[in-house]
């Protein structure tokens, strides 16, 4: 499978198609504006966001996968200037959002506070998404979920350990049995 599939293929999971995806599929870098490196706090910050969408459980979580660096790098390579000040903005909003409902900054906020904040971001988000017309610009939250989906599934950790990898598949079987509880295929 080639890159384009794999990333349609995660698309397909989320429900439609990944912010920045043209730009990563074709290997051409944006232009970066100001703004668009992180400071290791930062990522650290987006570490926690990932984790509290994609917790670890019996497999490896998304900050095991170093998801908040893949969020970075994703940013500034592919995403556009408008999107690249949508998402850093985000950064803040769902901060100031952790204190306004915990009166703590995200950081500081217990699991389950993180975990509340975000089902109501998410609440939020798709809300926004039925009503947004296409001039519209995107959610952050959205576009964190997305990354974060993508580089958890996309990095090793998520590949191997919470889907079934083959690293050389063998001939195509287009009809295999699934049993209940069988883990998705790493594509």
Known sequence: MNRREA???????????ILGAEAFLSGCKTKTGAGTTFTPDEIA??????ETILPATSTP???DAK?????????RD???E????IFREGMDKLNEAAKKKSGKSFMESSPTERHDLLVALDAETKAYQKSKKKEDPNHYFRMMKEMTMLGFFTSEAGATKALRYVAVPGKYEGC?????GDKAWAT
């Open 7 to 17: 990333i349609s293929s995660v698309a397909l999971l989320l429900g439609g198609t």
């Open 45 to 50: 910050y987006l570490d926690e966001i990932a």
């Open 61 to 63: 979580g998304a900050k």
């Open 67 to 75: 998801v908040g660096e893949f969020m970075t790098v994703w940013v």
């Open 78 to 80: 592919c995403y556009e």
């Open 82 to 85: 408008k999107d690249q000040k």
């Open 176 to 180: 295999i049995p699934y049993k209940k």
